[in-house]
């Protein structure tokens, strides 16, 4: 007897798609076992019941599909996991941030105009400086103050704070900023006993912001890093003559430089369903090296006849877990972690309430020997000139959830021209400061065209990343090489292996504006000029200049227009200022063949316009109508 192929239909979704569709199954196929199709007949209790299976599993069938990806997911476990398998660490909770005045008394040496500060009484405080609000909030400082340098990034004030009956200054009053991060400081212990692949602990807060420290009790410090393949960890050394000779030279401007240190302790972090923050290890547990445990040449041999097998042992192919290419696990010690809890609304505190000092450590230095510090380092004092903000309790998911997405969409490589340019501008203050960034395609002489050898091709497998800095008054200046060498050193984390990058400086061109204007009647014609100065200046200001950018002479006479007791700009010309004995740069530019359709357009070499003395370089003058 042929069995009847029956037609089933696959597409029901809901408890009324699936009853209708079991009637018109029983009514083809079973026409003559089955006809009561009544409400209240047996038959169709069972057929009922089937759809409702059929509806409930069809709805956690949809509801466990659409849990499982980012963009549909609604619970917040699943949320947090799939972000976490994206590569984004989610923020549950976020500190509040201000900016800190701290305080020093220096006693002064000498009298009369020969006074001046006695800098062997400059103290340093180490980060990690806890202080707290007349609330209660805690902060801490995330950087060292170091009242004996004055630089760029980290500038130091002076002024008198107390002088004697002749008028002779006998204290200073030095005053630097620095930033501080709302949170409370705790420190648990973790006891680890045989090692472990990928051994864990869990901090029991829930409101975690940020692990400080793992540092085992035989003095070997965890690191953290994105994920457990990241052999490598960013570490800055004091930019002094002992760590480099060479680079301590610029360490006015550059106080920290770069390195890259390769380390096998080290851990991830990932949050909880609970919101606990959870600490994972490697999977190293072996002591042995890692060249014993893998196979190679020298333990197992070629396998030729001429060569003979140094090994009689199998491989084991497990053994590749065993070694420290995803860190080493805790072994027989004790770990001491330290962490900041915190995060809410009430940590945003208002102006001048941070003003007790908890906790402060200052640095050793071999210059204070024999001399008398009390007084001053009790003189250390602390303000917030301004309100602290940023705090508050949690994120909320559909924040998460994009940020993720975003972040996936990254992926924390330097792929386009703005994530090579984001990334000179992310890297911190304290290794020096980036304040230019232009990047293009590398290219070289083609070598094969006899002809015409000065022509050039592309060159697909490097990139030129042009620079420039601010010096202290504001103007381009080249980076130093230290801050080069910092930028070679953070940017190699991010960028592709393939990418080669070739960092250059930009050209500076020096320009001057002169203009013609008729002012309105009855202005006053001085006046009139000011305002179209002060236009100027902002208008060429050089937070607003990029490099390789043209200048809009026809804008800048629209803007000028626009402002009041202006009737008309007759004229505005732009000329190039380079004589080197007055401070210029030197680099000569034709700008009137570089003028088309009243653009200024840049070199092929990519440069940068600046109005270096914006004071004696843009000059307007007052015409007749």
């Known amino acids: ?34 006809q009561d199709f009544n409400e209240s007949s047996p038959g169709m209790m069972f057929i009922e019941m089937a759809s409702y299976v ?17 963009s549909s997911a609604t619970e917040e476990a699943n949320i947090l996991q799939i972000a976490q398998m994206f590569g984004y660490k989610p923020t549950l909770n ?64 002076v002024s008198v704070y107390e002088v004697d009956g002749a008028n002779n200054v006998t204290y200073y009053l030095y005053k630097k900023t620095v930033q501080a991060v709302a949170g409370e400081v705790k420190t648990l212990t973790f ?59 610029y360490q006015s401007t550059v106080p920290y430089i770069l390195k890259l240190r390769r380390t096998a302790r080290r851990f991830v972090t990932r949050v909880r369903d609970d919101k606990r ?57 004790t770990l001491t972690v330290q962490y900041s809890v915190g995060g809410a609304i ?4 208002s102006v001048n309430s941070i003003t007790n000092i908890l906790e402060i450590t200052y640095d050793t230095n071999t210059e204070f020997n024999g001399l008398d510090l009390s007084f001053v380092k009790g003189s250390v ?46 890297m911190p203050s304290k290794y020096g400061s980036v304040t230019k960034a232009y990047i293009i395609g590398d290219t070289q002489k083609d070598t094969n065209d006899k002809e015409y050898p000065r022509d050039t091709i592309s060159n697909p497998m490097a990139l030129n990343l042009y620079t420039l800095s601010y010096d202290a008054n504001g103007n381009f200046v080249d980076p130093n090489p230290a801050i080069r060498e910092n930028l070679r050193t953070y940017l190699s984390n991010y960028r592709m292996l393939t990418d080669a990058i070739n960092i250059k400086n930009a050209y500076v061109v020096n320009i001057g504006v002169e203009f013609e204007v008729i002012p309105k009647p009855n202005e006053n014609s001085a006046t009139v000029v000011l305002r179209c100065v002060d236009e100027l200046k902002r208008m060429l200001h050089n937070d607003r200049m990029q490099i390789n950018g043209p200048l809009n002479i026809s804008n800048m006479i629209s803007q000028l227009d626009r402002l009041e007791g202006v009737q008309s700009i007759p004229s505005l010309e732009i000329t190039n200022l380079y004589d080197t004995n007055s401070g210029y740069s030197g680099n000569v ?32 003058r007052v015409v007749k109508p």
């Open 381 to 426: 004092a602390i303000n917030n000139s301004v309100a602290a903000t940023g705090g508050k309790s949690s994120n909320n998911l559909e924040s998460i959830r994009q940020d993720a997405m975003a972040a996936f969409a990254a992926q924390n490589r330097a792929i386009t021209r703005e994530d090579y340019i984001a990334r000179c501008y992310s």
């Open 346 to 349: 009430n940590e945003n505190v």
């Open 1 to 34: 007897m042929d069995l009847v192929k029956k037609d089933v239909k696959y597409l029901n979704k809901d408890f009324a798609q699936f009853r209708q569709n079991l009637i018109n199954f029983a009514k083809q196929y079973y026409p003559d076992s089955y």
């Open 589 to 620: 530019y034709n700008i009137n063949a570089a003028t088309k359709n009243n653009i200024v357009y840049p070199s092929l070499d990519p440069c940068i316009f600046e109005v270096k003395y914006p004071n004696a370089d843009i000059k307007g």
């Open 94 to 157: 976020a500190p509040a941030v201000v900016d800190l005045d701290v305080f020093q008394l220096v006693p002064a040496i000498g009298t009369g105009d020969d006074a001046r500060p006695d800098i062997r009484y400059a103290l340093s405080i180490q980060s990690g400086m806890r202080v707290s609000s007349d609330s209660g909030v805690t902060f801490r400082t995330l950087e060292q103050v170091d009242f004996s340098q004055d630089t760029s990034n980290s500038p130091l004030d």
């Open 54 to 70: 059929g509806d409930v599993l069809s709805y956690y069938s949809d509801q466990s599909f659409r849990e499982s990806l980012l």
């Open 277 to 333: 923050i959870e600490l994972q290890f490697g999977a190293g547990v072996s002591s042995d090296a890692d060249e014993e445990l893998i196979p190679n040449p020298r333990n197992v041999g070629m396998g030729l006849e001429y060569l003979n097998r140094t090994t009689l042992n199998n491989v084991d192919p497990t053994n590749f877990l065993h070694t420290s290419t995803y860190g080493i696990a805790p072994n027989n010690e």
């Open 191 to 249: 006891d680890f006993q045989d090692p472990k692949p990928y051994d864990k602990i869990i901090l029991p807060d829930t409101n975690v912001l940020d692990i400080i420290d793992v540092t085992s009790d035989t003095g070997n410090k965890f690191y953290q890093v994105d994920y457990l393949a990241q052999d490598t960890i960013f570490e800055d050394i004091a930019n002094v003559p002992f760590n480099d000779p060479t680079l301590s030279d």
